[in-house]
Structures are given as structure tokens and as C-alpha cells.
């Protein structure tokens, strides 16, 4: 596995002002030379030569500047052999026989397609993620992936595709991780499978989301069913709690305080009636007794 390190050159500036002082020196040695043609003087050709070499070589050198912005880097290397990563910003000057690829550390977001799966139930939904990334190790992504963008990009869906099978879309029980309700642990899950199947690339994932969850267009209607029977079951079963507890409440007020006498027919009478009343969707229409308890 090829590592990064460090290789950032020498500084660009002084180098740069060293060149300058270079040329200004070629371009009055080929004076000098040209002046000595000029007069036929002996050996004059040689400072001509001597400059034009200079210039050539300047230019060749002209090639080892190259600038490094902020949250950016360049891999170099040597006749293709990795040298080192430079990510000193500002002008930097390294040999000129070094290839120079830039590489972005910037924070980049990966939005993924509309994956259709089946949850963990066997149901078919369409789920989609966003992951928030970026390079940290630049060696590790030019070397040991092909391509480190499109390796995101098909490692994200892989790794949306396996956390997508781990849940169930809707949860059935009480504490049950599910994809629409437990989004935080479903995240957190995620973001540890696409970091996972991203090391290797010298990528580190900051975040993990998804962005899209719905029932498959196929079953969609049926399973709205379902979560809105899901829904009035849960409702009932609180309906029939709270009434249950009143009639208990109104039981034990009246036998407290002695307000009248029920026998257990009458209690169970009492009983069921309350329950209609409490329990009912519509509003009860009560009938008065207009005679003894017993008629």
C-alpha cells in the first residue's frame, strides 16, 4: 500500500527572483558575445553559445514553478515512481523532471440515484443517501483505486444498498430500529459502511444521510393502508385504555362516597355502557329512566 508523505519543494519566491537574476545574466552575455562578433574578436562565439545553452536550461528549469492553493495538494512523481505530495500553499519550486497532479481537499457531496431495494422485510422501497467526503490521503487515492471519484460513487450505493437490507422501513414494535423512524441510527450505520468500504482510498467520510424513502410505486397504496390500520389499532388500543382507567376512577368514587349501592349486574351494566359512551365514534344518545333504578 503507497503512503503519503510530505515532499513540498523549495520556496517559490526566492527561486523565482534567482531565475530572474539568471536571465537578466544570460541576456547580457549574449550582449557581450553579440558586441564581440561585431568587432571580430577571437572566441567570440563562445559567450553566444554559452548564453543560448543558459536560455535553454532556464527554460527547462521554468517548468519545476507550480502553485498550491488552499485545501489542495499535487502528487509528484518521478518517471512514474511516487516522490511525495506537496500541500504548502503558495509558489513552490521542485525538480522539473517531476509530473505534477492536483488533487482537490476540499469538502465535496455525493448525492446518490433513487436505489430500488427490499428492506429487511422483503418489501420493495426506493431509499437514496447523501455522503459528504473528501481526500485525505492522496497517495492511497491515485494508487489503489482506479478513478477515486466513480469508486465513491459505486462503494456509496453498495454501502446504501446492504444498510437499506439490515432494517425494515416501518417499525412493528415499540423500540424497533426502522429506516423511517430511527433515521439517526440508521445514519450513523450508514456512515460506517461507506467509511468502511472507502478506507482504502484514502477517503474519509463526514456524513452519511438519506435523502429519499419511499414504498415502491407497486405497493405503495397497499402499504398506506396498512400504516393508516397500523395507525387507528394504536389509536383504539389508547381510546380503551383511558376509558377503562375512568371507569375505574368512577367506580371507586362512587363505592368511596357511598353515593348509591350497585350490585355487580348493575356494575357491569354501568361498565358497559361507559365503555360505549367513552369508546364510540359518535356521540351517544342517552336515554332517560324515568322510573326506579330497578325498571
Not at 559567450?47 to 536550461?57: E, R
Not at 427490499?118 to 491515485?142: L, Y
Request: hydrophobic share 50%.
Amino acid at each position: 500500500m503507497v503512503r503519503e508523505r510530505s515532499r513540498n519543494g523549495l520556496p517559490g519566491l526566492p527561486m523565482l527572483l534567482l531565475w530572474f537574476v539568471a536571465v537578466v545574466a544570460t541576456i547580457l552575455l549574449f550582449i557581450s558575445g553579440v558586441s564581440a562578433a561585431n568587432d571580430r574578436l577571437p572566441g567570440a562565439f563562445v559567450p553566444i553559445v554559452g548564453a543560448m545553452l543558459l536560455g535553454v536550461t532556464e527554460l527547462f528549469l521554468l517548468g519545476g514553478f507550480f502553485m498550491v492553493a488552499p485545501n489542495e495538494a499535487k502528487v509528484l512523481q518521478l518517471f512514474g515512481d511516487y516522490v511525495g505530495t506537496a500541500n504548502t500553499t503558495g509558489l513552490r519550486f521542485v525538480n522539473p523532471f517531476f509530473s505534477k497532479n492536483k488533487f482537490s481537499l476540499r469538502v465535496r457531496n455525493f448525492e446518490s440515484s433513487h436505489l430500488k431495494v427490499n428492506d429487511s422485510d422483503g418489501n420493495p422501497i426506493e431509499i437514496g443517501a447523501v455522503v459528504v467526503w473528501r481526500v485525505v490521503e492522496t497517495a492511497e487515492a491515485m494508487f489503489e483505486v482506479d478513478n477515486y471519484e466513480n469508486y465513491v460513487t459505486v462503494q456509496s450505493e453498495a454501502a446504501l444498498r446492504n444498510a437499506a437490507t439490515s432494517y425494515p422501513y416501518d417499525s412493528h414494535h415499540d423500540g424497533e430500529v426502522s429506516l423511517r423512524g430511527s433515521t439517526a441510527v440508521v445514519a450513523d450505520h450508514l456512515k460506517q459502511e461507506v467509511q468502511q468500504r472507502l478506507q482504502k482510498a484514502g477517503v474519509e467520510v463526514l456524513e452519511a444521510r438519506i435523502s429519499h424513502l419511499a414504498y415502491a410505486p407497486e405497493i405503495a397504496a397497499a402499504m398506506l393502508q396498512r400504516q393508516q390500520a397500523g395507525a387507528i389499532i394504536a389509536a383504539r388500543e389508547k381510546i380503551v385504555q383511558g376509558a377503562v382507567g375512568m371507569v375505574e376512577m368512577a367506580l371507586d368514587a362512587l363505592s368511596h362516597k357511598g353515593i348509591v349501592q350497585l350490585d355487580e349486574e348493575r356494575k357491569a351494566a354501568m361498565v358497559s355502557n361507559l365503555l360505549v359512551v367513552l369508546c364510540g365514534e359518535k356521540a351517544a344518545q342517552p336515554i332517560v329512566n324515568a322510573g326506579t333504578i330497578h325498571q
